[in-house]
């Protein structure tokens, strides 16, 4: 026989220590929610969302939609893109009079690629408290999953969808050595991808984090020279919210680079970049695809 109640034993003491903390009034809560698995939600959340007087959210019936699995049902005020400066002002008004508000977004936490970021910072402005409730963190799910080695990360979020824009952004990410982690919706994630590949070059790895929590969910991990065969191989892998995590610039400064770059630069003036790759490699003894990434750069920089 199972004991499905061992599990709930344990967990109700820390349900007694949560209700016993404090949660002053005339504050603003900003909580994280599940991002795909709604059992990822945290006991702190579920207490809050459970004492507040409304839960400020993108978009009501998704919200209404997650408190009802947990058998929470609140006042919503709907607070998104096009009606934050409005939102924080009904907020504010109810903040003063004493309220606890909860600010959720559809999944993650708000303010994080996300509408929010206005209304804490209206809140913020207008003297009032503002509380973070943690939760379930894509950017940080994804970047633990990736098996890059690396101290730091640079959260990108969304590029833009236009090419040219989205060229440029990736250009000035280009020379970073921090880690990049991107968002990316399925219908730009193969021009996302070959963008990368054209701007950062074919030796970075890159990981794609798929539906992260959900059923379908996946992590795959190549080069960027590989990735787009990797997309094109099952129609599943264009499918579903993507966190891309990118390896970031390698350690410039090296003599060994530095004497490579000044290679290429002299055989550019005279050979195609393919020839000049080709043979800056049997000179320097480093990769050819390499160099041949590095020499297109130094052609497009002029």
Not at 69 to 81: Q, T
Not at 115 to 120: D, E, N, W
Request: aromatic share 4%; with cysteine; proline share 5%.
């Amino acid at each position: 026989m199972t004991q499905p109640d061992s599990n709930l034993s344990a967990t109700l003491p820390l349900m007694q220590e949560v209700s016993q903390q404090v949660y002053p009034a005339s504050t603003l809560y900003v909580v994280g929610t599940p991002i795909g698995n709604a059992a990822d939600i945290g006991l702190r959340a579920l207490n809050v969302l459970s004492l507040v007087d409304a839960v400020a959210c993108e978009d009501t019936r998704n919200t209404a939609h997650l408190l009802a699995r947990y058998g929470i049902s609140k006042e919503l005020i709907p607070a998104h893109e096009h009606n934050e400066r409005e939102a924080a002002e009904k907020l504010i008004r109810r903040l003063r009079g004493g309220a606890r508000i909860a600010l959720v977004s559809d999944a993650g936490t708000p303010a994080i690629s996300d509408p929010g970021a206005r209304i804490v910072d209206a809140v913020h402005a207008a003297g009032l408290r503002v509380m973070p409730v943690p939760g379930a963190s894509a950017v940080i799910g994804a970047l633990s999953a990736s098996g890059l080695v690396n101290d730091r990360f640079h959260f990108v979020g969304f590029l833009p969808a236009k090419a040219k824009q989205r060229e440029a952004a990736l250009v000035e990410l280009r020379k970073l050595p921090a880690t990049l982690v991107f968002y990316e919706a399925p219908h730009r994630i193969v021009e996302t991808v070959d963008a990368l590949h054209a701007v950062l070059g074919a030796e970075r790895q890159i990981v794609f984090a798929r539906e992260l929590t959900k059923l379908f969910e996946e992590i795959h991990r190549c080069r960027l020279s590989d990735a787009a065969a990797w997309l094109a191989a099952d129609a599943h892998h264009q499918k579903g919210e993507f966190v891309i995590v990118v390896e970031g610039a390698p350690a410039a400064g090296s003599a060994e680079d530095a004497e490579a770059e000044r290679i290429l630069a002299i055989l550019l003036e005279e050979c195609p970049v393919k020839q000049a790759a080709s043979l800056a490699a049997r000179i320097t003894g480093q990769k050819k695809n390499a160099l041949y990434d590095l020499a297109l750069r130094m052609k497009e920089q002029g």
